[in-house]
């Protein structure tokens, strides 16, 4: 029984020692500070590839408030790629959403935390808005300051 503990603990040992994830996100968490209802509401992260081989992303689940858009698909080795989200809370306040991102190059999703406060809620019309292509470039804030 001591030998299959001690097989099994070296077996996980090595799997997380060797199973590094080759992608970085430029951010995991985004603050998009007080927010009018007219306030450009998206941020770009950037996902690197840091590996030896291609990356796939395969899905981003989130929640029904938020809209997103990624450049490509397949991260090429030394190539980012940009995942646009943006933000439609149903309702004025404090808002917080968690972005689940699925690459192939480990098992669990990446989390990336979105949240800010909407001071005002647009009465009439839609509030939801379609996420800004990518020729739009995000006003005020850098999209990629960030505190650690």
């Known amino acids: 029984m001591s030998m299959r503990l001690l097989l099994f603990f070296c077996f996980t040992l090595s799997?997380?020692?060797?199973g590094n994830a080759q992608v970085s996100f430029s951010t995991v968490k985004y603050d998009f500070g007080e927010l009018s209802s007219i306030?450009?509401?998206y941020v770009d992260v950037t996902v690197t590839n840091n590996g030896a081989k291609d990356v796939l992303i395969f899905s981003v689940r989130k929640p029904r408030e938020?809209?997103?858009?990624?450049?490509?698909?397949?991260?090429?080795?030394?190539?980012?790629?940009?995942?646009r989200f943006?933000?439609?809370p149903a309702k004025k306040g404090l808002f917080s959403y968690d972005v689940e991102?699925?690459?192939?190059?480990k098992n669990e999703a990446t989390i990336i935390k979105l949240k800010g406060n909407l001071l005002e809620f647009k009465q009439g019309g839609s509030h939801v808005i379609a996420c800004p292509s990518f020729s739009d470039k995000p006003s005020g804030r850098n999209p990629n300051?960030?505190?650690?």
């Open 15 to 18: 799997i997380s020692f060797f």
């Open 39 to 41: 306030s450009p509401r």
């Open 66 to 83: 938020v809209t997103s858009i990624v450049s490509k698909k397949r991260v090429l080795i030394g190539s980012p790629s940009v995942i």
């Open 86 to 88: 943006q933000v439609n």
């Open 101 to 105: 991102v699925f690459t192939n190059d």
């Open 145 to 148: 300051d960030f505190d650690l």
